[in-house]
């Protein structure tokens, strides 16, 4: 985070501090704009702006189409994560009503599993609104007498 010195008082405040608690008034062009972070296109993780690569190893230099292609598997797999848990929790269910015995291992398991699947999908779908939206397709137009060249 940046820091700077107020000329008035010596105290140390925010980079993007516009005043200081003494009264000074900062100059707009010592004013650092709060970047925000960069998401990692595959796990959803911030990451500095200046990073090359996130923590799990996938590069921040992807063609747009690449990291949407990216995002949405991982979006799905979140999605089959979840339905997983809750078929592991009705499965704990049924199996406590027809058996009668339970024990909590099944149910935090699967909860978990649920859990983590609905991060998974959370992030995917935060990570997917920001990429820059598709390009349309483009489309041939042939003008009116004009021949196809064959």
């Known amino acids: 985070m940046a820091r700077k010195f107020c000329p008035a008082c010596n105290r140390l405040v925010g980079g993007s501090a516009v005043d200081c608690e003494c009264g000074h008034v900062f100059d707009s062009s010592t004013v650092v704009a709060v970047k925000p972070p960069k998401l990692c296109p595959y796990c959803g993780v911030g990451n500095p702006q200046n990073a090359q690569t996130c923590h799990c190893g996938r590069h921040f230099d992807l063609d747009p189409d690449q990291s949407r292609a990216l995002v949405r598997g991982r979006m799905r797999s979140g ?72």
């Open 79 to 150: 999605s089959i994560m979840a339905l997983v848990g809750i078929l592991g929790l009705v499965g704990t269910a049924a199996a406590f009503v027809f058996v009668g015995v339970v024990t909590m291992w099944p149910l935090v398991g699967a909860a978990l599993v649920f859990s983590n699947g609905l991060r998974i999908r959370f992030a995917s779908r935060r990570v997917l609104d920001s990429l820059p939206a598709p390009l349309p397709r483009a489309k041939l137009i042939q003008r009116r007498g004009e021949s196809d060249g064959r």
